[in-house]
């Protein structure tokens, strides 16, 4: 098995994990074209990620009209632990 695995699907649900797998390769850029091509020819295709296995970083790609978007990450937003201990007292 190849270090970046592939995972498209049409709804980002979250909820098909392994399912959503379709095979891996041994470097990005493979796994780049492999997307671009699913994206010509498969109309139901929405969403792709590329999964890199030695740094657990990946890529969230989008499919809009047959083009090929890469999601830019900020990150998640930084909060102290008093404002998230005050997030659970409220929420309760």
């Not at 296995?53 to 999601?71: A, L, Q, S, Y």
Request: contains cysteine.
């Amino acid at each position: 098995m190849g270090r970046y695995a592939l995972f498209t699907g049409t709804y980002n649900l979250l909820m098909g994990g392994i399912k959503d797998f379709k095979r891996s390769f041994n470097n990005e850029e493979d796994a780049y074209k492999e997307i671009a091509q699913t994206a010509k020819i498969n109309p139901f295709i929405h969403w792709a990620q590329i999964f890199d296995k030695k740094t657990d970083k990946t890529k969230v790609f989008h499919i809009v009209d047959k083009k090929v978007i890469e999601r830019k990450s900020n990150g998640c937003p930084k909060q102290s632990a008093e404002s998230m201990v005050k997030a659970v007292i409220d929420f309760n």
